[in-house]
């Protein structure tokens, strides 16, 4: 059954209209900053929270989730870095199949162990094709799972995974350069890996400019989702919000 969220995002996507993901790490967040970042994503029309990390060291998952949702109505997508990082105060969760490695556990195997607890779960379970990209330096990511990213020159091997995941059924790709990355996902790849399915585009990791996630959504991604730059500098939001929005009210203006 397809839940509300992935029903937007398949909609935005036939209407060619591009979305905004900000990415809290409850772990890195303090919760001074959590308000300022609250309050610039209200103001900017943010479209979603993604909350999770690779590696959650402090027990604030529920607390950030709480926090939020007394303060706003964007939807809340957990974003989980492992199995424990789940809890119903979120919307929904990306249920993530790591399809660019070939370690079983991040396949199959964790999904096996938390499918009972998100059958019963009120949360909206997406499943999504997760494909590691080379970001230039080793991340948690790359690391905690046990797995090599694509190198960024490999168009053909991301959008052959793309295709193949998008075949099993998942609902959604994500390309993904790793938090912190030094090198966001290349333009070139994001468009061939576009061009190849039909399924919601999310791309991620290292995206510091207005610039660049305007790059990403013009080359086909359907979600830009950005984290440590906007720990860093919360005013960002507004920034890259703004270039999304632009990317949007250009195609409307050539929609018949
Ligand atoms: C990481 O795609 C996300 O999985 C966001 O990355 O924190 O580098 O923006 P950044």
């Known amino acids: 059954m397809t839940g509300p969220i992935l029903t937007d995002l398949q909609l935005a996507k036939a209407n060619k209209q591009k979305k905004f993901a900000v990415l809290i790490d409850p772990d890195k967040l303090r919760l001074s900053r ?125 959008l052959c995974t793309a295709m193949a995941g998008e075949m099993l059924g998942l609902k959604t790709i994500y390309l993904d350069a790793g938090s912190g990355a030094a090198q966001p996902v290349a333009t070139a790849m994001i468009e061939a890996v576009a061009g190849a399915i039909d399924i919601p585009l999310i791309v991620g990791g290292g995206i510091r400019t207005p610039e660049k996630a305007y790059a990403n959504v013009k080359a086909g991604a359907d979600l830009i989702v950005v984290g440590n730059a906007i720990e860093e500098d919360p005013n960002l939001i507004l920034e890259i919000a703004g270039a999304i929005h632009e990317a949007n009210a250009s195609v409307s203006k050539t929609m018949p």
């Open 34 to 158: 959590m308000e300022q970042v609250l309050d610039w994503a209200i103001k900017a029309n943010v479209d979603y929270f993604f909350v999770g990390g690779s590696l959650i060291v402090n027990d604030m998952l529920d607390q950030c989730l709480s926090q939020i949702k007394e303060q706003c109505s964007i939807p809340l997508i957990l974003f989980p870095g492992n199995s424990f990082q789940l809890s119903y105060r979120a919307d929904a969760i990306l249920f993530l199949s790591l399809i660019s490695g070939r370690n079983p556990e991040l396949l199959i195997g964790k999904h096996v162990i938390t499918a009972p607890f998100l059958k019963l779960s009120p949360l909206e379970v997406i499943a999504t094709g997760y494909i590691l990209i080379d970001g230039g330096v080793p991340t948690t990511v790359s690391y905690m799972s046990n797995t090599i990213p694509i190198p960024q020159n490999k168009s053909d091997i991301a």
